[in-house]
């Protein structure tokens, strides 16, 4: 079992490891189009583009990473109010309320994906991407968000640490 969790972990930090280089590339592609058009060039094409995936998909492989590390928004206000026992019902009732929509929102992007593959649909621009492969992340990412939100509902630790203000 504490293999599974290791690699479970592994995957989370890869999937963040990737989305930083995404912000990494988000950065490098902006600057060169930048420059680009200064010079009086055309940026080429398929710089927008992937620059649009990888805000899609930094997005998505960095949040389930998020989720562990409670890095996520949430406002402390109300729980910070609350005595200790309702604010771990208050937090718990949060955490499966997350679950709830990530289940959702990765069967609903589960149905988009297979639709994608059925269609055989094309992302058409630069150059032919398979529609697929962008929508892969919403069951991925909210499945694995589901998990990391249901640690707050089952686990021991609570989602909400119960204290007002900005604590770093």
């Known amino acids: 079992m504490e293999l599974i969790g290791k690699a479970y972990r592994a995957v989370l930090y890869a999937m963040a ?6 912000l990494v590339w988000l950065m490098i592609s902006v600057i060169m189009s930048v420059t680009m058009r200064n010079l009086g060039m055309q940026p080429f094409a398929w710089l927008f583009t992937s620059s649009e995936y990888a805000i899609l998909y930094m997005t998505m492989l960095g949040a389930p990473w998020l989720v562990r590390e409670k890095g996520h928004v949430h406002i402390e206000l109300v729980t910070a109010a609350l005595p ?8 718990r009732t949060v955490a499966a309320l997350c679950v709830a929509v990530c289940v959702m929102l990765a069967w609903k992007g589960g149905e988009l994906m297979l639709t994608n593959i059925a269609r055989n649909d094309l992302d058409v621009r630069a150059y032919y991407f398979p529609k697929w492969i962008l929508t892969l992340a919403f069951p991925v990412s909210f499945g694995l ?24």
Not at 17 to 22: C, E, H, R
């Open 84 to 91: 200790g026992s309702a604010r771990r019902i208050v937090s």
């Open 17 to 22: 490891g990737i989305a930083g280089l995404m």
């Open 145 to 168: 968000m589901a998990i990391e939100f249901s640690r707050f509902v089952f686990g021991a630790d609570l989602m909400h640490s119960g204290e007002a203000g900005i604590h770093e």
